[in-house]
């Protein structure tokens, strides 16, 4: 059975190819059991964010894999082929030790893509699709992500999203503390960011959600007002900072919308950050000239700019993950042998039961047990070295050589000259 990784992320695909391949996360469940239903699929996860589509697979060649991506998605093959990426074994067991340590992030070092992957986990788990060998995998990532995070310093110079966003914002408006905030959604996205503004001092803070309970929840933190999606398109022109970060599937905020908007905020401009994907703003909306759009990819340059400070932690990240990745392939290795192992087990036990029964049948016929003692050592001699013995009279000059050579080094028997 094969192991391997196959996606697509910030590095390979732009952000028009990246969301049309998105999984909502109550879709994912769905997906994965789609999946499994396809043959000699044993295993499966799904790892869905903003930055990246992968799928960790156990199972068959990654071929069939890719047409099902195109085909759960809608997807022709022609435009998704240039971008998706196949790690096979090694590859894919280093790639989730670095995605999970935040090396392969945008934001390098950043903390959230660990819960995320925990997150795929549990999709997975709930699924059905979840086996040994991807358990083993990303506990041991699990693992590894925190060795890395613990010793080096990965993270300690990092520029979230959320402050990239911040400092986007105060290129934009003179003072955060004069400007009125809505943030669309209450995931750990809008939470982060809001955290990061609400730092600034900004006149109003407004959290716009689905449910209002949950946007309450969120907006209490703040000392916020909250709002449902269905009062936000009344209430825009009011804001002049704008972040949203949901899982909906279509635009929430359109081109025409926003051109109304400005109208009515007679062209004073806003600065709108789109962190979901698929987007939440219709990319039309960034053509009008009072609007600051700015999505995941957009704010990409800000977050390189502080990759310098962190080159030393980096190589040693990469030298603790090396020696993990060799680790768990000696693992993934001595799983390759366990049926071999198995059989011979279960081989020598017929063989331990034949003699046993024989040594009990001898002494229900009285005869004496130093006997049958010898007996019974001698028949398990016997056909222990039954099989290697025959192999070895009936081998060519060639195979007895190389079967010498491997019986010496299981029996340890010292090679004479």
């Known amino acids: 059975m094969a192991l391997y990784t196959l996606g697509l992320n910030h590095q390979t695909a732009p952000l028009d190819v990246r969301e049309r391949v998105a999984f909502a996360p109550d879709a994912i469940g769905h997906a994965l059991r789609d999946l499994l239903a396809r ?62 340590s935040g090396l392969d992030s945008m934001v390098l070092g950043e903390p959230q893509i660990l819960g995320q992957m925990k997150q795929a986990v549990r999709h997975a788990e709930s699924a059905g699709s979840l086996g040994l060998v991807l358990n083993r995998l990303f506990q041991r990532t699990f693992a590894v992500a925190k060795d890395v995070r613990s010793q080096t310093d990965i993270g300690s110079a990092s520029i979230s999203m959320a402050a990239a966003a911040v400092k986007l914002a105060e290129r934009i408006f003179p003072s955060i503390g004069d400007q009125r905030l809505l943030f669309i959604g209450a995931g750990e996205m809008i939470e982060l960011t809001a955290t990061h503004f609400a730092a600034r001092n900004p006149k109003s803070i407004t959290i716009a959600n689905r449910t209002l309970e949950k946007g309450r929840q969120l907006a209490d933190r703040f000392h916020a007002e909250a709002i449902t999606l269905n009062e936000m398109a009344d209430t825009l022109p009011r804001f002049d900072i704008i972040v949203t970060c949901t899982a909906s599937t279509l635009p929430i905020l359109g081109k025409g919308l926003l051109e109304r908007v400005i109208k009515v905020r007679r062209h004073a401009p806003v600065f709108i950050v789109d962190l979901a994907v698929p987007r939440d703003v219709e990319r039309e909306a960034a053509e009008l000239d009072d609007v600051f759009l700015y999505t995941v990819d957009d704010l990409s340059n800000i977050v390189r700019d502080n990759l310098q400070v962190r080159k030393e932690a980096i190589v040693q990240a990469e030298e603790m993950i090396a020696v993990q990745t060799e680790s768990f392939l000696r ?33 229900q016929g009285g005869t004496p047990p130093e006997q049958v003692l010898e007996l019974l050592a001698r028949g398990l001699t016997n056909k222990f070295l039954h099989a290697p013995t025959q192999a070895l009279n009936q081998a060519g000059d060639a195979e007895r050589a190389e079967l010498v050579a491997l019986f010496q080094r299981i029996y340890q028997i010292p090679d004479h000259p």
């Open 39 to 100: 043959p000699r699929i044993k295993e499966a996860a799904i790892l869905s964010t903003c930055n990246r589509t992968e799928v960790y697979v156990h199972g068959a060649e990654p071929q069939p894999v890719v047409q099902w991506l195109e085909e759960f998605h809608h997807v022709p093959r022609d435009a998704l082929a240039p971008y998706v990426y196949t790690l096979p074994r090694e590859r894919a067991v280093s790639h989730a030790f670095r995605v999970a």
């Open 331 to 363: 693992w993934l290795e001595g799983r390759a042998v366990v049926p071999t192992i198995t059989a011979i087990h279960g081989h020598h036990e017929q063989l331990r039961t034949a003699e046993l029964d024989r040594a009990k049948r001898l002494l």
